[in-house]
Protein backbone atom coordinates (compact mmCIF):
# COMPACT_ATOMS: atom_id res chain seq x y z
CA UNK A 1 0.00 0.00 0.00
CA UNK A 2 1.03 3.55 -0.78
CA UNK A 3 1.93 5.95 2.10
CA UNK A 4 3.50 9.38 2.85
CA UNK A 5 5.13 10.74 5.43
CA UNK A 6 5.55 14.16 6.49
CA UNK A 7 7.53 14.50 9.57
CA UNK A 8 7.29 18.07 10.50
CA UNK A 9 3.98 18.89 11.95
CA UNK A 10 5.02 22.22 12.62
CA UNK A 11 7.78 24.46 10.90
CA UNK A 12 8.37 27.97 11.68
CA UNK A 13 10.94 30.12 9.40
CA UNK A 14 11.48 33.96 9.56
CA UNK A 15 10.20 36.27 6.45
CA UNK A 16 12.97 36.25 3.83
CA UNK A 17 14.76 32.65 5.09
CA UNK A 18 14.68 29.19 2.65
CA UNK A 19 12.55 26.94 3.16
CA UNK A 20 12.44 23.11 2.92
CA UNK A 21 9.73 21.06 3.56
CA UNK A 22 9.57 16.87 4.07
CA UNK A 23 7.70 14.49 2.32
CA UNK A 24 8.98 10.43 1.98
CA UNK A 25 6.60 8.34 -0.12
CA UNK A 26 6.23 4.54 -0.29
CA UNK A 27 4.96 3.33 -3.13
CA UNK A 28 6.33 0.23 -5.26
CA UNK A 29 6.18 1.99 -8.95
CA UNK A 30 6.71 5.41 -10.37
CA UNK A 31 4.67 7.31 -7.77
CA UNK A 32 2.66 10.47 -9.09
CA UNK A 33 3.70 13.42 -6.44
CA UNK A 34 2.11 16.19 -5.64
CA UNK A 35 2.28 18.92 -3.04
CA UNK A 36 -1.10 21.07 -1.84
CA UNK A 37 -1.17 24.18 0.32
CA UNK A 38 -4.64 25.15 2.17
CA UNK A 39 -4.29 28.70 3.84
CA UNK A 40 -7.06 29.23 6.29
CA UNK A 41 -10.64 29.21 4.61
CA UNK A 42 -9.28 28.26 1.70
CA UNK A 43 -9.70 24.86 -0.28
CA UNK A 44 -5.94 22.66 -1.11
CA UNK A 45 -4.26 24.53 -4.00
CA UNK A 46 -2.37 22.61 -6.55
CA UNK A 47 1.10 24.01 -5.93
CA UNK A 48 3.14 21.24 -8.37
CA UNK A 49 3.05 17.88 -9.25
CA UNK A 50 5.78 15.10 -10.73
CA UNK A 51 4.84 12.29 -12.69
CA UNK A 52 7.46 12.11 -15.28
CA UNK A 53 10.82 14.18 -17.40
CA UNK A 54 12.98 16.36 -14.61
CA UNK A 55 13.43 15.19 -11.30
CA UNK A 56 13.24 19.50 -10.02
CA UNK A 57 9.72 20.90 -11.24
CA UNK A 58 8.86 24.31 -10.59
CA UNK A 59 5.30 25.47 -9.29
CA UNK A 60 3.34 28.22 -8.38
CA UNK A 61 4.15 30.93 -5.99
CA UNK A 62 7.84 30.40 -6.44
CA UNK A 63 8.16 26.80 -4.63
CA UNK A 64 9.87 23.90 -6.16
CA UNK A 65 10.49 20.26 -5.68
CA UNK A 66 12.79 17.78 -6.22
CA UNK A 67 12.32 14.26 -6.81
CA UNK A 68 14.77 11.88 -5.42
CA UNK A 69 13.79 8.43 -6.34
CA UNK A 70 17.07 6.63 -4.30
CA UNK A 71 15.49 8.16 -0.93
CA UNK A 72 11.92 8.03 -1.99
CA UNK A 73 11.41 11.87 -1.49
CA UNK A 74 9.49 15.14 -2.91
CA UNK A 75 10.77 18.03 -0.67
CA UNK A 76 9.33 21.21 -1.09
CA UNK A 77 11.62 24.36 -1.57
CA UNK A 78 11.33 28.11 -1.44
CA UNK A 79 14.44 30.35 -1.31
CA UNK A 80 12.70 33.11 0.62
CA UNK A 81 9.49 32.51 2.33
CA UNK A 82 6.92 35.92 2.50
CA UNK A 83 4.69 35.84 5.11
CA UNK A 84 1.53 34.77 3.11
CA UNK A 85 3.57 31.68 2.92
CA UNK A 86 2.07 30.85 6.49
CA UNK A 87 -0.57 27.77 5.45
CA UNK A 88 -0.50 23.97 5.88
CA UNK A 89 1.14 22.11 3.08
CA UNK A 90 0.31 18.16 2.22
CA UNK A 91 2.79 15.72 0.17
CA UNK A 92 0.44 13.44 -1.57
CA UNK A 93 0.74 10.38 -3.42
CA UNK A 94 -0.96 8.69 -6.32
CA UNK A 95 -0.62 5.81 -8.98
CA UNK A 96 -1.81 5.84 -12.88
CA UNK A 97 -3.93 3.10 -12.07
CA UNK A 98 -6.11 4.73 -9.47
CA UNK A 99 -7.51 8.13 -9.18
CA UNK A 100 -7.19 8.61 -5.67
CA UNK A 101 -4.31 10.48 -3.84
CA UNK A 102 -3.02 8.92 -0.62
CA UNK A 103 -1.66 12.47 1.42
CA UNK A 104 0.60 12.96 4.50
CA UNK A 105 -0.54 14.35 7.48
CA UNK A 106 0.57 17.81 6.63
CA UNK A 107 3.20 20.25 8.14
CA UNK A 108 1.81 23.73 8.60
CA UNK A 109 4.17 26.34 8.10
CA UNK A 110 4.53 29.58 10.41
CA UNK A 111 6.24 32.58 9.82
CA UNK A 112 7.65 35.15 11.68
CA UNK A 113 8.51 38.44 11.44
CA UNK B 1 -15.10 29.27 -14.19
CA UNK B 2 -16.44 29.03 -10.98
CA UNK B 3 -14.66 26.57 -8.42
CA UNK B 4 -15.94 23.42 -6.64
CA UNK B 5 -18.31 24.88 -4.29
CA UNK B 6 -19.06 23.06 -0.43
CA UNK B 7 -22.13 23.74 1.75
CA UNK B 8 -22.42 24.54 4.51
CA UNK B 9 -18.64 25.70 5.25
CA UNK B 10 -19.53 24.55 9.36
CA UNK B 11 -21.54 22.64 10.88
CA UNK B 12 -22.51 21.41 14.34
CA UNK B 13 -25.08 18.83 15.21
CA UNK B 14 -25.38 16.23 17.98
CA UNK B 15 -24.35 12.77 18.09
CA UNK B 16 -27.24 10.99 17.18
CA UNK B 17 -28.33 13.65 14.30
CA UNK B 18 -28.46 13.51 10.71
CA UNK B 19 -26.03 16.38 8.72
CA UNK B 20 -25.93 16.55 4.76
CA UNK B 21 -23.45 18.23 3.08
CA UNK B 22 -23.33 18.96 -0.53
CA UNK B 23 -20.81 19.64 -3.50
CA UNK B 24 -21.20 21.15 -6.52
CA UNK B 25 -18.25 20.30 -8.55
CA UNK B 26 -17.16 22.51 -11.70
CA UNK B 27 -19.44 22.54 -14.21
CA UNK B 28 -18.93 19.77 -16.62
CA UNK B 29 -16.49 17.68 -14.61
CA UNK B 30 -17.35 13.96 -14.59
CA UNK B 31 -15.48 13.17 -11.60
CA UNK B 32 -16.05 13.81 -8.31
CA UNK B 33 -14.34 12.93 -5.22
CA UNK B 34 -14.87 13.27 -1.29
CA UNK B 35 -12.33 12.99 1.43
CA UNK B 36 -12.53 13.72 5.19
CA UNK B 37 -9.64 15.04 6.99
CA UNK B 38 -10.06 13.72 11.10
CA UNK B 39 -7.90 15.97 13.06
CA UNK B 40 -4.40 15.03 13.50
CA UNK B 41 -4.70 12.72 11.09
CA UNK B 42 -4.12 12.58 7.10
CA UNK B 43 -6.34 13.51 4.28
CA UNK B 44 -8.45 10.69 3.78
CA UNK B 45 -10.17 9.73 0.90
CA UNK B 46 -13.91 8.16 1.15
CA UNK B 47 -15.10 7.79 -2.48
CA UNK B 48 -14.90 8.79 -6.31
CA UNK B 49 -18.31 9.11 -8.78
CA UNK B 50 -18.21 9.24 -12.59
CA UNK B 51 -21.09 10.94 -13.66
CA UNK B 52 -23.62 9.50 -11.32
CA UNK B 53 -22.40 6.17 -10.29
CA UNK B 54 -19.93 5.28 -7.94
CA UNK B 55 -16.77 4.27 -9.68
CA UNK B 56 -14.91 3.62 -6.02
CA UNK B 57 -16.36 3.92 -2.56
CA UNK B 58 -13.61 2.10 -0.41
CA UNK B 59 -13.05 4.71 1.64
CA UNK B 60 -16.26 5.05 3.04
CA UNK B 61 -16.39 4.30 6.67
CA UNK B 62 -19.09 2.50 7.81
CA UNK B 63 -22.90 2.29 6.43
CA UNK B 64 -23.61 5.36 8.60
CA UNK B 65 -22.41 7.71 5.48
CA UNK B 66 -24.46 7.56 2.37
CA UNK B 67 -23.35 9.62 -0.70
CA UNK B 68 -25.34 10.36 -4.29
CA UNK B 69 -24.80 12.36 -7.10
CA UNK B 70 -28.34 12.22 -8.82
CA UNK B 71 -28.43 13.11 -12.61
CA UNK B 72 -23.89 13.62 -12.63
CA UNK B 73 -23.89 16.79 -11.23
CA UNK B 74 -23.94 17.63 -7.73
CA UNK B 75 -23.37 15.27 -4.79
CA UNK B 76 -24.40 14.91 -1.18
CA UNK B 77 -22.60 13.09 1.76
CA UNK B 78 -24.92 12.31 4.62
CA UNK B 79 -24.09 10.90 7.66
CA UNK B 80 -27.17 9.78 9.90
CA UNK B 81 -27.07 8.82 12.86
CA UNK B 82 -23.40 10.98 13.24
CA UNK B 83 -21.16 9.80 15.93
CA UNK B 84 -18.34 12.00 17.87
CA UNK B 85 -15.64 10.40 16.09
CA UNK B 86 -17.39 11.82 12.56
CA UNK B 87 -16.02 15.64 13.47
CA UNK B 88 -13.49 16.21 10.76
CA UNK B 89 -13.07 18.15 7.36
CA UNK B 90 -14.96 17.39 4.49
CA UNK B 91 -13.47 17.86 1.26
CA UNK B 92 -15.18 17.70 -2.37
CA UNK B 93 -12.74 17.73 -5.40
CA UNK B 94 -13.65 17.70 -9.10
CA UNK B 95 -11.63 16.85 -12.28
CA UNK B 96 -13.01 16.69 -16.15
CA UNK B 97 -11.22 13.15 -16.52
CA UNK B 98 -9.66 10.91 -14.05
CA UNK B 99 -6.24 11.38 -15.49
CA UNK B 100 -6.45 14.82 -15.32
CA UNK B 101 -5.67 14.60 -11.14
CA UNK B 102 -2.66 13.33 -12.96
CA UNK B 103 -2.13 16.41 -15.39
CA UNK B 104 -4.05 18.97 -13.14
CA UNK B 105 -4.00 18.01 -10.20
CA UNK B 106 -8.09 17.84 -8.68
CA UNK B 107 -9.90 21.73 -8.07
CA UNK B 108 -10.73 21.08 -4.52
CA UNK B 109 -13.64 22.52 -2.81
CA UNK B 110 -12.70 24.93 0.72
CA UNK B 111 -14.66 22.09 2.84
CA UNK B 112 -17.15 21.23 5.71
CA UNK B 113 -15.92 21.71 8.95
CA UNK B 114 -18.72 19.11 10.73
CA UNK B 115 -18.22 19.24 13.97
CA UNK B 116 -20.12 16.68 16.41
CA UNK B 117 -21.19 17.22 19.87
Known amino acids: AQSVTQPDIHITVSEGASLELRCNYSYGATPYLFWYVQSPGQGLQLLLKYFSGDTLVQGIKGFEAEFKRSQSSFNLRKPSVHWSDAAEYFCAVGSSGYSTLTFGKGTMLLVSP | EAGVTQFPSHSVIEKGQTVTLRCDPI?????LYWYRRVMGKEIKFLLH????????ESGMPNNRFLAERTGGTYSTLKVQPAELEDSGVYFC???????????????FGSGTRLTVV
Open chain 2, 27 to 31: SGHDN
Open chain 2, 49 to 56: FVKESKQD
Open chain 2, 93 to 107: ASSQDWRDRGIYGYT
